[in-house]
């Protein structure tokens, strides 16, 4: 049984298969079909629906998410929002009307999760005032494809939200729907779908079904169920075990819970790894990172995956958990091969120690994709040293989507080491690189593009240390 609200309706589902996702259950349980389906793998936006999450002060706080690739499990104790649930009887609510007004909508197709995508944009605007410059704009719609009207009009609109008649929902009035969510708690009670809240719930669970796959933000496990049609006969939520969500400063670094999303982690990577957090806001859309997690993308080990290139240049490492006890991994060891890590049966990631930055260290991220917005990296680049007296010092530079695992380039790392950062030095490593990868030749990109993009990445690291070479060349003229 899970319990939630839909529109401010308290709702009881019982019996539903462990793979049944949020759109599962509007279009075909509840019959609420406003929310569509597009591609079925978090790409196209048609199905953003809105979640509210209670906070410790008692108030909701709306976040968008793909409905087809969350589990519908994941509503407990939740507000659920969808496009019926937004106007007044014939009043339409102020995203709605902005819509119509500025003619942002044709087919209709992507409409409402476009209008979903805004809604959480014009709750958090209720909260405090919001920028609506191009980046939170960008931001705010990175996800939601719209192949018809065209961009220009939708941000006319979400710039036009403000001025319309401050129409409220009808499950607005309800000044006691927070605390009714918040009562209905995260205790689960449902056949195949656990959730946990606790480390030693996590682990009674995982000795009780030892083969039950765990599941967090659910962004690359679901697509094993809508793209390969693949079904799941028992999941483990780690999504909301306390332990897991905490972010922990220590004097060298901070250790962050597997479970913790990217929206969550970016004020931290904004404060202290500028170059980090750049690269978050191209990590897939704003629904992705409301609901991925680091711990996600690590144990998924795809050789495509954005954060471990950039943890191993800073030398993070894991604390992981299972059957024989707790022990530490340097990330470098923790891939093995293709989607092969040495997790052990039975193991999880915990947290991920991310080092802090020291004065003199430098980092740089760069990711190669074929779109800015919402889109898998052909390849991916990151880069830290340190320069001391005129030479580059524990340079360490890591790439993905250059073998069948995310890795650090050991010849080129040497090549470099030491060295001034002139020409002659960049030369050696560019021909060290072709020695330390035989990429992946895949529909992202072929083998010789890889190679080619890295070694021009490679180049951009020179021209952007030499920053005389660097305004030459106006480096940010091609940045995404
Ligand atoms: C449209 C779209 C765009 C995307 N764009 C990007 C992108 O730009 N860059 C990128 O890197 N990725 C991207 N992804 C992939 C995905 O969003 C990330 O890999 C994300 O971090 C996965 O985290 P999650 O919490 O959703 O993992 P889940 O899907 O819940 O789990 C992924 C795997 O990790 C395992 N797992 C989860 N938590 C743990 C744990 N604590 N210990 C051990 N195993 C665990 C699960 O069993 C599963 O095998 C995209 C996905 C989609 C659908
Ligand atoms: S249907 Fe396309 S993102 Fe969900
Ligand atoms: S209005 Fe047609 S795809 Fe968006």
Redesign the pocket.
């Known amino acids: 049984m899970i319990e939630f609200y839909l529109n401010g309706e308290a709702q009881r589902c019982a019996s539903l298969a462990p793979d049944t996702s949020v759109l599962e259950l509007l279009r075909a349980e509840l019959q609420r079909t406003g929310t569509k389906e597009g591609c079925a ?3 196209c936006g048609a199905c953003t629906v809105a979640i509210g999450e209670p906070d410790r002060d008692g108030r909701l706080h709306y976040h968008s998410i793909n409905a087809c ?1 969350t589990p519908a499990h994941q509503l407990q104790g939740r507000h659920l929002v969808t496009v019926e649930g937004l106007a007044r009887g014939d009043a339409l609510h102020p995203v709605q009307a902005a819509m119509v007004e500025c003619h942002a909508s044709q087919c209709g197709f992507c409409t409402p999760g476009i209008v979903m995508s805004l809604f959480t944009l014009h709750e958090r605007q209720r909260q405090a005032p919001v920028a609506l410059d191009d980046a939170c704009l960008e931001a705010t719609l990175g996800g939601n494809l719209c192949r018809c009207t065209g961009y220009r009009p939708i941000q006319k609109a979400a710039r036009r939200m403000a001025a319309q008649p401050d129409v409220r929902p009808p499950w607005g009035d309800s000044p006691g729907l927070a605390d009714d969510v918040a009562a209905l708690g995260s205790l689960l009670d449902a056949t195949g779908y656990a959730m946990p809240i606790t480390l030693t719930a996590l682990h009674a669970l995982r000795r009780q079904y030892p083969t039950a ?11 094993e169920a809508t793209q390969r049609l693949q079904a799941f006969e028992h999941l483990i939520d ?1 999504s909301r075990v306390t332990e ?1 969500q905490t972010i922990d400063a220590t004097p060298d670094g901070w250790w962050i819970g ?2 913790v999303t990217y929206t969550r982690l970016e004020p931290l990577l904004d404060e202290h790894y500028p170059a980090f957090a750049r690269l978050l806001r191209r ?3 704003a629904q ?1 990172r409301n ?3 680091l ?3 690590i ?2 080990a ?1 050789p495509i ?3 471990p290139p950039i943890l191993l240049a800073l030398d993070a490492h894991l604390a992981l958990e299972g059957p024989n006890g707790a022990r530490q991994l340097p990330l470098d060891d923790f891939f093995l091969d293709y989607k092969r890590t040495a ?1 052990e049966p039975g193991e ?2 915990r947290a991920i120690f991310l080092p802090r930055p020291t004065g003199n260290r430098h980092l740089e991220v760069w990711k190669l994709s074929k779109r800015r917005e ?4 052909a390849v991916l680049g990151a880069f830290a040293w340190r320069q001391e007296n005129g030479c580059l010092h524990d340079v360490h530079l890591a790439f993905g989507g250059m073998d069948a695992t995310p890795r650090r380039a050991q010849a080129t790392e040497a090549a470099l080491e030491g060295q001034p950062p002139d020409i002659t030095a960049f030369d050696a490593a560019r021909q060290a690189l072709a020695r330390d990868f035989q990429p992946l030749d895949d529909v992202r990109g072929s083998a010789a593009y890889r190679q080619l993009a890295a070694a021009n990445l490679l180049e951009r690291l020179r021209l952007t240390i030499d920053h005389d070479a660097a305004q030459e060349v106006c480096l940010d003229a091609y940045a995404h």
């Open positions: 793998s978090g790409d690739i796959r765990l599941v967090a933000g659910a962004t690359d496990l679901w697509l780690v897991l597997a479970s990590l897939g859309s992705i609901r991925g997690t711990g996600g993308n144990a998924n795809s995956g954005d954060t997790l999880f990631i919402d889109d898998i990296s």
